[in-house]
């Protein structure tokens, strides 16, 4: 696929974003809910391969298409290794899935609610790798706890700042403000996050445009005006620690907005499965969350 048919399945496909890139400190809890405890692996190298080998697995299993899966976020390393011998991001190309990769370092300590991104020096540099290996965007993660408008305006100001950087490094940025759904104030901050965007957004110049990675919100059709906004490529939406089930219910209430789910995707594999059981077991969840994320419950 070249850019512009990647931009276009992105736009327009009929289908879901898998996220497939838990990081360091994520990894041991991910390989855990997989079937691999903790003493498996003597140091990081060893955690990681056993991890790839994971991911490996989803990414050739038949059900893993772009048919419903049209993009798949990886964490860099995953990028930066092979699929059936090939590099992973032109695996996913090849079976019709545009790569995504996360690009954010980690949270800074919380300070006025919110946690901003840790610093990326060496963001232009990742930027240039990941276009030369075919990757078509990024994705960034900042936590937002409170409903402090001053935290929140941070939040969103730091996202746009590296989503401009992302795309002047050619490449499509998944801004990603995640609000805690466990926030006693969580209807407030989305509320906030909304308007904070909105701003961002009407200031971009040019062509620029983004994508956005919400979770999903306490008023179902909130995000309408970002769905509709002509600087928004797609929005998506984070299960949050929802389970599957209740994530699927809540997405399909937001009309425009697909999924791009890790845990939720991911949560019933498990590494003792044959693979008819892997298979299965993937194909099911794919299915649900597909038809969650076309299949609304409200007037599109």
């Known amino acids: 696929m070249l850019d512009q048919e990647m931009t276009k399945k992105i736009a327009d496909g009929n289908g879901f974003i898998a996220a497939l890139d838990q990081s360091g400190g994520s990894t041991p809890k991910a390989l855990k809910g997989y079937g691999i405890e903790e003493g498996a692996w003597s140091n990081d190298e060893e955690m990681f391969g056993l991890i790839h080998g994971m991911r490996s697995r989803v990414i050739t299993a038949p059900c893993f298409t772009g048919d419903k899966v049209i993009g798949a976020i990886l964490f860099e390393r995953t990028m ?23 690009i954010d370092k980690g949270l800074e300590d919380e300070a006025n609610g919110v946690q901003l991104m840790k610093p990326m020096p060496e963001l232009d540099a990742l930027l240039a790798r990941s276009k030369a290996l075919g990757v078509f965007g990024t994705k960034e993660r900042s936590v937002i706890n409170l409903a402090n408008r001053e935290g929140i305006a941070a939040v969103v100001k730091q996202q746009f700042e590296v989503g401009k950087q992302v795309v002047a490094g050619g490449l499509m940025p998944i801004i990603e403000p995640e609000v805690n759904i466990k926030s006693p104030e969580r209807a407030e901050a989305d509320q906030i996050l909304l308007e904070e965007i909105l701003k961002e957004l009407d200031a971009l110049t040019g062509d620029a445009q983004v994508m956005l990675k919400l979770s999903l919100p306490t008023k179902p059709g909130l995000f309408d005006p970002l769905v509709d906004h002509p600087r928004v490529l797609r929005v998506v939406a984070l299960s949050g620690g929802f389970a599957r089930p209740e994530a699927c219910v809540e997405l399909a209430k937001n009309r425009g907005i697909i999924a791009s789910f890790s845990r939720a995707l991911l949560n019933d594999l498990r590494h003792q499965m044959s693979d008819d059981e892997f298979e299965a077991s993937l194909g099911g969840a794919i299915n649900e969350i597909h038809g969650a994320s076309t299949k609304k419950t409200v007037d599109a």
């Open 80 to 102: 930066d290794g092979e699929v059936d011998g090939k590099p992973t991001p032109q695996a996913l190309i090849e079976r019709g899935v545009v790569p995504f990769i996360k």
